[in-house]
Structure formats: C-alpha cells, structure tokens
C-alpha cells in the first residue's frame, strides 16, 4: 500500500504543487477536485463488476485505489486543462494524455500491480480514460463561459 500512496498520491500532488499550482492556482481545485469524484465512481463500478483490482488486493478494495483517486488522477486531469489553456488544440491534448495515462497503468500491469478480469483490457482502459477527460474538458468549457460571463 505504501508503494501507492507514493507513486499514486505523493509524487504526482509534488509535482501538482510545486509545478502547476504555481502556474495556475485555479485549474487544480475547480477540475481536480471534480476528476477526484469520477474516479472514485468509475474505479468503484469497476471493482464492483470485477474488472480490475489494485494491489495490495485487500479485502476491502476501495482502499487499494484511493491514493489514485486523491493523487494521480486529478493531478493529471488539472494538467490536461492546464495544456490545453496553453497549448492549443484540445482534442490532440486530450488524445496524448490518455495514451499517457493508458500507458502509466499498462506499466502497472505488466508489473502486477493491476490486474485486470472479466474480459477488461487495455483497450477499454483507454477508453475508460478517454470519455471523463472529454467529459471535464467539456466541464472545463462550461466552467469558462459561467465564469466569464458578463
């Protein structure tokens, strides 16, 4: 457990605070803190239909995730936005950052660390991925208008 709190939850919100909040000190409580949500949901169903599960493989499965719910996921999901206001094109970003994300658990397949069952794979993990980043870019659209808005 302790190998997922620090790769999952204290390196990425070391890299969160030190790197982008300095950049952007909105872009992580306005669309991390709603990624957080999606991916307790998503990673909940998930486990509950047995399509994958984390290590340490505890009893109680929830736990084994929560550093990735808290940690990577909205970090990364606050760094799509954060590229997108920056760079351009948002569905290229979109498409890279999925890939990245798709290829960060494909290491922790290979290694173990994620196990996949009922027929998941690596395929619909991407598309996993794909749907809540189009789906807080579209958040993330919607926010600016209301937020700017005269």
Same mark, same amino acid.
Request: glycine share 6%; proline share 5%; hydrophobic share 55%.
């Given at each position: 457990m302790i190998h997922n709190v620090?790769?999952? %939850?204290?390196?990425?919100?070391? %890299?969160?605070?030190?790197?982008?909040?300095? /950049?952007? /000190? /909105?872009v992580i409580p306005l669309i991390g803190s709603i990624f957080s949500i999606m991916a307790f949901i998503i990673n909940e169903m998930g486990l509950y239909f047995g399509f994958w599960e984390v290590a340490p493989f505890p009893k109680q499965k929830t736990l084994s995730v929560i550093p990735f719910n808290m940690g990577v996921y909205p970090i990364l999901a606050s760094y799509l936005i954060f590229f997108i206001k920056c760079k351009g094109n948002p569905y290229i #970003? #979109?498409?890279l950052m999925t890939l990245f994300t798709t290829a960060l658990e494909c290491i922790y397949v290979l290694l173990g660390r994620v196990v996949y069952g009922n027929g998941w794979n690596l395929l619909y993990t991407f598309i996993s991925y794909l749907i809540p980043y189009i789906i807080i870019y579209q958040y993330h659209l919607f926010l600016s208008r209301f937020m700017f808005a005269k």
């Amino acid at each position: 457990m302790i190998h997922n709190v620090i790769l999952a %939850f204290v390196l990425p919100w070391t %890299f969160g605070i030190l790197h982008l909040y300095r /950049k952007d /000190k /909105k872009v992580i409580p306005l669309i991390g803190s709603i990624f957080s949500i999606m991916a307790f949901i998503i990673n909940e169903m998930g486990l509950y239909f047995g399509f994958w599960e984390v290590a340490p493989f505890p009893k109680q499965k929830t736990l084994s995730v929560i550093p990735f719910n808290m940690g990577v996921y909205p970090i990364l999901a606050s760094y799509l936005i954060f590229f997108i206001k920056c760079k351009g094109n948002p569905y290229i #970003i #979109i498409l890279l950052m999925t890939l990245f994300t798709t290829a960060l658990e494909c290491i922790y397949v290979l290694l173990g660390r994620v196990v996949y069952g009922n027929g998941w794979n690596l395929l619909y993990t991407f598309i996993s991925y794909l749907i809540p980043y189009i789906i807080i870019y579209q958040y993330h659209l919607f926010l600016s208008r209301f937020m700017f808005a005269k």
